[in-house]
């Protein structure tokens, strides 16, 4: 039972853990951030058991017509996320290796693409899209607990030791405060810049007969 989850931390060789790294930096970072870190690490932990039992319920009619490689590394649970981020997405298309393509197909590429990364099972990663696009379409509200409960999370063990550790980014579950870390890194406080002062000498006066009155340059003619 317990292979439903350590699953992800397995790599066979030095390429397969690159990818996953890559992975696991650019998608779940993102996921990260647009949920908070208490309620990303609980729905990794869900995505990983999901889709591994989905695995385990297609693999024996699959494997008669193909064969299956064994589920292992992050790669489906980052599938899952990135399926929840398109589904969820307000984006219609975008852009992809330069050519502009609905946002619900991007997932669906990226599929494909990983298909060709060694030992990077294809039913483990389609089971992980699977499972996050059923979330993200809201089949999976079981999942799903409000932000209040996020926000207590971030004051529980061990999320609330994470908050501490120096150097590492700790997403809050509120919404509110998200936004307020995010205004954080972008505002910059008073001071934090140098800055240059300059002396802004008054205008320079105009000559005496640019500032006549149109009357009397009339008068004088």
Known sequence: VHRLLTYVFVYED?????????????????????????????????????????????????SRVLAVEDAKGFMPVAFATLGVSTTRSRMKSTLFFGVRVPVVLVPWFMLCIAWFIPHSSLLSNLCGLLVGEAYGLGYCFVLDFPESVGSKLDRVFPFSLLKRIPGLKYIPGSLAERRAFESSKINAVPGAYPTQSYYCSSPPALPAFQMQHPSAQSQGF
């Open 14 to 62: 030095l390429i397969s853990l690159t990818c996953g790294a890559i992975i696991i930096w650019y998608f779940a970072g993102s996921f990260e951030k647009n949920v908070g870190t208490a309620k990303h690490c609980f729905l990794t932990i869900a995505f990983a058991v999901l889709s591994a039992l989905l695995y385990l319920l297609l693999k024996p009619v699959v």
